[in-house]
């Protein structure tokens, strides 16, 4: 099964639904969606490396954009974004928040922790629209154009190596994704 949700991304990584596709899941992923946008990422430039940078633009923009939807799910659904932050004494987090946002934005945009979380948390807490704006740009497009660079040139034995070890890299992938959340609801 695995194989063929691979071989059916990098079928779709040529098409011209492809652009439009991650821009669809970039965009989720910041609010609402589970799974990031690296997963289309990888394999619409292994398949496309002469698009590297305008996948990774794309990726980019799509999920500036979807963290200011996920902003307003923390700023307007003030009593679900405190659950499933898990923001048991909202005083003292919003306290941290203001004092640290802008350097936990900036971390974890870059890491497997679901960027949703910061987003949601970023409006729950009022954060300084503009400065989150700007650190998701730079956290985001850093990401992204790093593992685009990545790809673009070094792909030939990245993409052998995914491909002979699927099963592994998609369940470290899949541990890193369900550690990132459980890193954030009960750790962080």
Known sequence: MLRRIYDWIIALSGSRHAVPALAVIAFAESSVFPIPPDAFIIPMVLAQPKRAWRIALVATSASVLGGLLGYA????????????????????????YAQWGLWIILIKGLTPIPYKIVTIASGLTNFNLPVFILAS??????????????????????REFIERRLTLVTSAFLVLLVGGFLFVRYVA
């Open 137 to 158: 740009i730079a956290t985001r497009g850093a990401r992204f154009f790093i593992v685009a660079g990545l790809l673009r040139f070094y792909g030939p034995p990245i």
């Open 73 to 96: 799910i923390g700023y307007y659904l003030q009593d679900f974004s405190r659950w499933l932050i898990g923001a048991h004494n909202f005083e003292a987090f919003q306290a941290a």
